[in-house]
């Protein structure tokens, strides 16, 4: 069986400081694993994706994640956090063609 | 994502009815999803569908049914409407690379209360 464990509910990061969103999977076969924004009353939006090529992972608006086998984790980072990465954040693992959501980690920017 | 666009936006019914919740797109994508959202629990996959003749279960189907009309539309049903079945609920869509699903496109959602 597959699941995805976000390991917070709820970052809370100055502006301008490391942001660190964690996210550990379980997969029976070699996944796929997604990250996905959600801005507030919006839809879902990618931010990067990782499907067996390298290991570190570039998405959009700095953000970055990697794929560490050993350690089953799928982390995003960004070296520095701005007011408008406020959003909820989703790690998704897809290890055949069904999808599985985290719960999501809520991520707070102040000034 | 314009692309993928739900109808309607918001509704309020009551138990007992029959609810229909539309989806469609451009985007040209054989694959589309329905997902409920509730606070905490992240998105759950209701039911998807890989092309017209193809309707998946997903984690949570029950009480609910789907209709895939056509490629670019797929409709979820609550054919008899219960208070814990209020939600958000998205359509997405995706790509298939290498035999799996890809990228997903989530329309704007559709926030359903029921009374």
């Known amino acids: 069986a597959q699941s995805v464990t976000q390991l917070d509910s709820h970052v809370s990061v100055s502006e301008g400081t490391p942001v660190l969103l964690r996210c550990n999977y379980s997969?029976?076969?070699?996944?796929?694993l997604f990250w996905y924004v959600q801005h507030p009353n919006k839809g879902l939006q990618l931010l990067l994706k990782?499907?067996?090529?390298?290991?570190l992972v570039k998405g959009i608006n700095g953000f970055e994640a990697e794929f560490k086998k050993s350690e089953t984790s799928f982390h995003l980072t960004k070296p520095s956090a701005h007011m408008s990465d406020a959003a909820e954040y989703f790690c998704?693992?897809?290890?055949?063609?069904?999808?599985?959501f985290g719960a999501g980690t809520r991520l707070t920017v102040k000034p | 994502d314009a692309d993928v666009t739900q109808t309607p936006r918001n509704r309020i019914t009551k138990t007992g009815k029959r609810i229909m919740l539309e989806c469609s797109q451009t985007?040209?994508?054989?694959?589309m999803y329905w997902y409920r959202q509730d606070p905490g629990l992240g998105l759950r996959l209701i039911y998807y569908?890989?092309?017209?003749?193809?309707?998946n279960k997903g984690e949570i189907s029950d009480g609910y049914s789907v209709s895939r009309q056509a490629q670019a539309k797929f409709s979820l049903s609550l054919e008899s409407a219960i208070p814990n079945q209020t939600a958000l609920y998205f359509c997405?869509?995706?790509?298939?690379?290498?035999?799996?699903?890809?990228?997903?496109?989530f329309g704007p959602g559709t926030r359903l209360t029921v009374l």
């Open positions: 998704v693992v897809s290890p055949n063609n069904d999808m599985r």
């Open positions: 985007k040209g994508h054989d694959r």
């Open positions: 997405a869509t995706s790509v298939v690379r290498g035999g799996r699903s890809d990228t997903q496109y």
């Open positions: 997969s029976s076969y070699s996944p796929s």
């Open positions: 990782y499907t067996s090529a390298a290991t």
């Open positions: 569908s890989f092309d017209v003749k193809d309707i």
